[in-house]
């Protein structure tokens, strides 16, 4: 390998989707929005209380924030979206 293309893969530059590791590195590659749910954590002794760990790109917080919501950072974005999400699908599951 010349000089050239261990430097530019020590930099990350010219990444090949191959190369990628993590789905979220390779919707990013391919330029899509990405989220995903992490970790879902729930108290044995209180089943109404936890949380979820959510992992995402720029390119879903754009796509959120073209779509309406706000906040002061990114969590605060994903947060406003999460929320919604939930509340819509507990009043779909109410109405049916």
Do not use: H
């Not at 530019?8 to 989220?35: C, M, Y």
């Not at 720029?58 to 969590?75: H, I, N, P, R, T």
């Amino acid at each position: 390998m010349g000089w050239w293309n261990k430097l530019t893969q020590k930099l990350g530059i010219n990444k090949k989707e191959q190369d990628v590791v993590t789905e979220k590195e390779k919707a990013t590659a391919r330029g899509e929005p990405f989220v995903k749910v992490v970790e879902v954590n729930i108290d044995p002794e209180n089943p109404g209380q936890g949380y979820f760990e959510l992992d995402w790109n720029q390119l879903f917080v754009k796509q959120l924030l073209e779509a309406g919501y706000s906040g002061m950072d990114e969590e605060e974005i994903i947060d406003s979206w999460f929320t919604n999400l939930c509340r819509g699908i507990a009043e779909d599951v109410n109405n049916a």
